[in-house]
């Protein structure tokens, strides 16, 4: 039966249609302006983040750049060094292999001697008391006068120091024109004997006296280079002690030269006598900083950036004068004819507070440092990255020491950034733009959705109409109400659910009371059902319930009891035994057969009542091979063995055990079979961990273990303290999942050094609660301790 018409309703404000307008389109209105805003704050934040990753990107590269271009400039500067470390070290071969060969050094200065005299020559200078061979020689030698003899002479020793030194002229003048540009190559003989050899030829004797006076009266060594000599004896004395493993080049700090004037750097190497055991003089080079100052003088980075090169304790010896006035540099250095004086530009002293605080740190090597320069009055953000150079033994006055140069970079980071900028000005841009495009979509869509609800209310609304007045005769009772809604939309469908809701409760309505009756019956059948099957349930609970507690007393049963722990009288035993579920899977035994006593641990796989029996069985078998006399270790495992894995192959179980054996014989105890570490605490305190992985297997994985098995004599004499346990001590979790672990049990033993057994296993025990807490314990806890009185 269908409804009758109904009449189309007016567009009043108090009708449903006018509300539908105003709810779904307020509704709509509401979606658009939070979705549209949520779109805005998605544009805004995706831009943010845009800007976040290009700039993070940048960032990492243009940092990546500046690091890279430190590290390059590092890597020529230490190309240099190592140049000329290969000059000196040439020369100072050569000079070593004469010392070495003495019949060959008096040949070849001997020759030398003849064929060029002017280079083992010297003559007196009674004005500064020295003696020194006349221009036109390649080298100048000058030999000081507490040196000469009455006769003014070089002494004997030092004459053939002069001869046989005279090599250099044949080898400083090719290792001076190749490799590295070098100042001068020179020889300095040993502290007995210090002349001074140098390549080319200088006036060295009158610059000294001119800028030393003094100098002749004393001990070379001493006077110009302090500490130096010294070191290089006790690195004959101890190798191991130089300051740069492996490497025998001392290298001086920079300092202006007193006879050039220039800044140098001196290079040292050490000569040896021919057993190693003392120092034989030394072969050197002089390189100019200025072949170190192009290096980084020259560095351009962005368009100011510049770089530096420092000491370990920042004075910075290569800067140019732009780099030098932006970060605040003082300098003090020596003027040429004033003798030999360090270059004084530290960091330390800058004016500007953010220099000064640099750190030189091992750890800050190739870090990109922040920091903020006062220019005109302002803060200005630059970026500062320091490379070390190699380590190198390094003398300045006293003992060498190992330390290394740094190479700085400096640029400002409004340049280093600038392309950061620009995108991050981009993109805001593109932003904007994409803003103002999704208002515009968000006000048309607005106009478009509101001529969409207007134009749609009047048919939605007919259909609820008609379900209205529909419902309004079912809720009267009347059952034969029908609606025709021919939309093919969701009010359609429902029309066609509530014609089905109709037809359903008209058939309900009729046969109520016949299916009520069904369901009681239904409801009752199976509330008889999980009657029967609880009282089966509660039967068989209180049946396994009587087999476990039967089957845990027997376990317990066969535990030692107090007696046998007592059964040496020469050694107290304690044990503590917790099953994790009723029936524990752990075993420990004393058997005791006359003078013979076994102890025993084992720990079957798992926990429960099949671990349980496997454990009794192996207690049984273990008695009854006791009993029999065999004294063997090896042969009562394998029988074991044996018998357990008949059974368990009999009773089709995946189970099996690791099991050790102790046997005490007075003096000492033999351990055989696989289980876990055994932990003798002496009676001195220390904690032997004896391993027993490879004393034997499994018990009841394979059918013969005899070739696995091996035992291990281990002394037990008075106050020495055995410790055996399962894995269930070492790994007891606590709370937080942490281990117990064999270190805690070992350190929880040793602590109690000097107690009885059963003072030292209660002690374990606690320790052991302790860690575990609240946390249920979810493997069975065996611990043995045995003591020797």
């Not at 009891?561 to 579920?581: G, H, S, T």
């Not at 003798?680 to 305190?685: E, K, N």
Request: with cysteine.
């Amino acid at each position: 039966m269908s409804a009758p018409a109904e009449e189309t309703p007016r567009f009043g404000l108090r009708s449903f249609r006018a509300k539908f307008v105003l709810v779904v389109g307020g509704a709509v209105l509401f979606d658009l302006l939070m979705s549209g805003g949520l779109a805005l704050w998605n544009v805004q934040r995706l831009s943010e983040d845009a800007t976040s990753e290009v700039g993070a990107g940048l960032t990492e590269a243009n940092q990546a750049y500046i690091r890279s271009y430190a590290e390059s400039t590092a890597s020529r500067v230490d190309l240099l060094l190592d140049r000329v470390h290969a000059d000196v070290k040439s020369l100072a071969g050569v000079l070593q292999a004469q010392i070495d060969n003495p019949d060959r050094q008096k040949q070849v200065g001997a020759t030398l001697a003849r064929q060029t005299a002017g280079s083992v020559s010297v003559v007196y200078n009674a004005q500064g008391d020295w003696a020194q061979n006349l221009p036109g020689a390649p080298s100048v030698v000058s030999v000081w006068g507490y040196l000469l003899g009455p006769d003014r002479k070089p002494l004997p020793a030092v004459q053939e120091e002069i001869e046989n030194s005279a090599v250099l002229d044949l080898v400083a003048p090719s290792l001076l024109t190749t490799g590295s540009s070098k100042l001068q190559m020179y020889y300095i003989g040993p502290k007995e004997r210090p002349i001074f050899r140098t390549a080319p030829y200088t006036d060295q004797a009158q610059t000294f006296d001119r800028l030393y006076p003094g100098h002749n009266k004393a001990e070379f060594w001493e006077f110009f280079f302090p500490g130096i000599y010294g070191s290089w004896q006790q690195w004959a004395a101890k190798p191991e002690s130089r300051a740069v493993s492996g490497n025998d080049i001392t290298q001086t700090a920079p300092y202006t030269d007193a006879i050039t004037g220039k800044l140098i750097v001196s290079f040292f190497h050490p000569l040896w006598t021919p057993d190693r055991s003392g120092v034989a003089g030394a072969a050197g080079a002089d390189i100019t900083l200025d072949q170190l100052a192009e290096v980084v003088e020259n560095v351009r980075v962005a368009d100011s950036g510049f770089g530096f090169l420092t000491m370990s304790n920042g004075n910075v010896v290569a800067i140019n004068p732009k780099g030098e006035e932006t970060i605040g540099l003082v300098s003090s250095s020596g003027k040429a004819g004033e003798g030999v004086t360090g270059l004084e530009r530290s960091l330390g002293g800058s004016t500007q507070p953010a220099i000064a605080a640099l750190a030189f740190d091992q750890n800050d090597d190739g870090v990109i440092q922040h920091i903020t320069l006062n220019q005109g009055g302002e803060g200005v953000p630059y970026i500062v990255v320091l490379k070390k150079l190699k380590q190198t033994n390094l003398w300045t006055s006293g003992p060498i020491q190992a330390q290394a140069m740094s190479v700085g970079i400096v640029v400002p980071e409004r340049e280093i950034y600038a392309s950061l900028f620009a995108a991050q000005k981009s993109i805001s841009q593109a932003t904007n733009r994409i803003l103002l495009y999704q208002l515009l979509a968000i006000m048309v869509s607005l106009m478009i959705v509101f001529a969409a609800v207007f134009g749609l209310s009047k048919r939605i609304t007919a259909g609820l109409s008609a379900l209205a007045g529909a419902a309004r005769r079912l809720q009267n009772k009347d059952y034969s109400v029908r609606v025709n809604i021919p939309s093919r939309d969701e009010v359609g469908e429902v029309g066609v659910a509530f014609n089905r809701m109709a037809q359903e409760i008209s058939y309900n309505t009729e046969h109520l009371e016949q299916l009520v009756d069904d369901r009681t019956r239904d409801l009752e059948d199976a509330n008889q059902e999980i009657s029967s099957l609880n009282d089966k349930l509660r039967s068989e609970n209180l049946r396994l319930g009587a087999e476990l507690d039967v089957a845990r007393q027997i376990q317990m049963m066969v535990l030692p009891k107090e007696r046998d722990l007592e059964a040496i009288p020469e050694v107290e035993i304690a044990a503590y035994m917790r099953p994790a579920d009723e029936v524990g899977g752990d075993y420990y035994d004393v058997l005791e057969n006359g003078s013979r006593v076994k102890i025993g641990i084992g720990d079957v796989t798992g926990h429960g009542l099949e671990s349980g029996v496997l454990m009794l069985m192996v207690q049984s078998v273990a008695r009854a091979l006791q009993e029999t006399g065999d004294g063997d270790p090896l042969q009562f495992l394998d029988r074991l063995n044996r018998a357990i894995y008949k059974n368990i192959e009999r009773t089709n179980s995946d189970k099996h055990l690791s099991l050790a054996f102790l046997d005490y014989d007075g003096g000492r105890m033999t351990l055989s079979g696989q289980h876990e570490e055994v932990l003798v605490l002496r009676a001195g305190g220390e904690v032997e961990r004896i391993d027993t992985l490879d004393l034997g297997l499994p018990v009841g994985l394979e059918r013969d273990i005899s070739p696995f098995v091996a035992t291990r004599d281990i002394p037990f004499v008075s106050g020495d303290v055995i410790v055996l346990h399962t894995d269930g001590v070492t790994e007891a979790e606590a709370e937080d999942g942490e281990l117990f672990g064999l270190d805690r049990l070992c350190e929880s033993a040793r602590q109690r050094h000097g107690s009885s057994a059963e003072e030292i296993k209660t002690g374990i025990v606690e320790d052991l609660m302790a860690h575990i807490g609240a946390r249920k314990i979810h493997d069975d806890i065996t611990l043995v301790v045995m003591r020797h009185r």
